[in-house]
């Protein structure tokens, strides 16, 4: 049996139970390095893995095997990358997703929030340029300060809200103008953009 684990953003206390008696009771629990970390409280035999082929060699459908990811494994996440190769998952537990706390650490209703991920993939900024709210996912090759820059060139106005490691203890949130700098670690980040759309 293979279940895809959502553990929320990194910090325990954002785990639902449903997903801490999951990663308890499984035969085998695979994580990413840095998250596995975090889960030893929990248990201390996971297996700590770096790229997404170790994962896959830890697959075995005749015993219980929990893979944990960050967030939510159906919010740009592993399930569906599991999906697009063919691999069965018997169940998925949804975890909170970064923008949820994204949202929530800016006191921002999110029902209207667009999402989108440039974390690994080609920008594509046309789409922002059409949101009042969006939510991006981003990565080291394309930053926040990245984001920032290139929406101020296509003439965007408002304000960016950059994050990054929400809810570990080096959780950072900067907010600036479009256009202006934003500082944040590229591991694990985010941006929020509130744009000033013309009616």
């Not at 975090?38 to 929990?66: F, G, T, Y």
């Amino acid at each position: 049996m293979i279940t895809i684990v959502g553990a929320g953003p990194g910090d325990l206390k954002k785990m639902t139970y449903e997903a801490v008696e999951a990663i308890k009771e499984a035969d085998r629990v695979v994580a990413f390095s840095r998250l596995a970390e975090k889960l030893r409280p929990l248990r201390k035999d996971i297996v700590a893995v770096k790229r997404l082929s170790e994962v896959e060699e830890n697959l075995d459908s005749a015993i219980n095997v929990a893979v944990v990811v960050s967030g939510d494994p159906l919010f740009f996440g592993l399930a569906g990358t599991f999906r697009a190769k063919g691999i069965t998952v018997d169940k998925v537990i949804p975890g909170l997703s970064s923008m949820q706390c994204a949202a929530a650490t800016l006191k921002l209703p999110w029902q209207k929030m667009e999402a989108f991920s440039f974390h690994g993939r080609e920008p594509e900024l046309d789409l922002l340029l059409k949101e009042p709210l969006s939510c991006v996912l981003l990565d080291k090759h394309f930053t926040a300060r990245d984001l920032s820059e290139a929406l101020a060139a296509e003439g965007a106005k408002g304000v960016i809200h950059g994050a990054s490691y929400l809810s570990y203890e080096e959780e950072k949130m900067v907010t600036a103008p479009i256009g202006e700098d934003i500082s944040i670690d590229e591991e694990l980040a985010l941006a929020v953009i509130e744009l000033e759309l013309d009616e």
